[in-house]
């Protein structure tokens, strides 16, 4: 865990992820950095070495997604802390869809895996987004390979970091926001 000192703002923020190939993994960082300028206590974590979210007052996951599904680590994570996360405040993202254009078009109207939607309902998150990623194709494996050239999926680098930071930003602000209506 990447754990880093901040003034106390009464919340540490767990972001936590699953990624293949590293551009999840950039996304949460990038996230992590933008709460950390918020003032926030962050700690940045692959999904499968998070033990316990009970240190969490808010957490921020995410997934790389591979045929409209989330890593299984962040699914298993999603599921196991389901009673914990429906009671502080939770947003969800997913990144993957490669190609120019809004990420939600090139899905399709997809928003997040469908079998994960209830647990997601349950927990209630914040908000939910869907984040370009990226394919390299010398990172991937035969079977990915392979899955790339049958769904025609664009290669290169399509992150968006600017729109990941901005989104990180509202995150933290409502945090705040919420920290200064509670009078703390």
């Not at 923020?13 to 190939?21: C, D, E, G, M, N």
């Not at 949460?28 to 962050?42: F, H, M, P, Q």
């Not at 974590?45 to 009970?54: E, I, N, P, S, W």
């Not at 007052?57 to 997934?63: D, E, N, P």
Request: net charge negative; hydrophobic share 40%; aromatic share 8%.
């Amino acid at each position: 865990m990447d754990h880093t000192t901040q003034p106390d703002t009464g919340h540490h923020v767990l972001v936590t992820y699953a990624s293949k190939y590293g551009s999840t993994e950039a996304i949460a960082e990038a996230i992590g950095k933008s709460l950390r300028e918020e003032g926030l206590t962050v700690d940045v974590a692959r999904c499968k070495g998070v033990k316990d979210l009970a240190p969490y007052t808010a957490v921020v996951m995410g997934s790389a997604v591979y045929v409209g599904r989330w890593r299984r680590e962040a699914a298993d994570l999603l599921r196991r802390g389901e009673a914990q996360l429906a009671n502080v405040p939770v947003w969800l993202f997913s990144s993957g869809p490669t190609g120019e254009g809004e990420a939600e078009e090139l899905l399709k109207g997809w928003h997040f895996p469908s079998a994960l939607q209830s647990v997601a309902d349950r927990i209630g998150p914040h908000d939910i987004a869907v984040f370009h990623g990226a394919l390299d194709r010398s990172k991937l494996n035969p079977f990915d390979a392979f899955i790339v050239r049958n769904v025609k999926a664009s290669l290169g680098d399509f992150r968006d970091l600017d729109a990941v930071a901005a989104w990180a930003r509202s995150i933290g602000a409502e945090l705040q926001h919420e920290r200064m209506l509670a009078g703390v």
